[in-house]
């Protein structure tokens, strides 16, 4: 049974850094496409970023340069690193996982419950 559990998140101000990690357990991590998506209040979830199994990465057009999406496979963690902080980027943040194509559309299969970054 594959489980994710989102860490990090908080409460920052705006120009600040936040680095979010995802611990995944119950899978081999390594044959994994991984990503993370957040979904503001009121809004529809959306897709950041995402790391397939061999390294490559993919980001919404909108928040590259910002965010840099990572993987420790010696730990199966995921992380994502946001700098420069706007309160746009106010959301719960999710990661999720599938054995899939890299990509941000929503089709995962598993999802962690998600962790709340605030930017004031």
């Known amino acids: 049974h594959v489980q994710l559990v989102e860490s990090g998140g908080g409460s920052v101000q705006a120009g600040g850094s936040l680095r979010l990690s995802c611990a995944v357990s119950g899978h081999t991590y390594s044959d994994y496409c991984m990503a993370w998506f957040r979904q503001a209040t009121g809004k529809a979830r959306e897709g950041v970023a995402a790391i397939s199994s061999s390294g490559r990465t993919i980001y919404t057009d909108s928040l590259k340069g910002r965010f840099t999406v990572s993987n420790e496979n010696a730990n199966n963690t995921l992380y994502l690193q946001m700098n420069s902080l706007k309160p746009e980027d106010t959301a719960i943040y999710y990661c999720?996982?599938?054995?899939?194509?890299?990509?941000?559309?929503?089709?995962?299969?598993?999802w962690g419950q998600g962790t709340q970054v605030t930017v004031s």
């Open positions: 999720a996982a599938d054995i899939r194509p890299l990509g941000l559309r929503q089709t995962y299969g598993y």
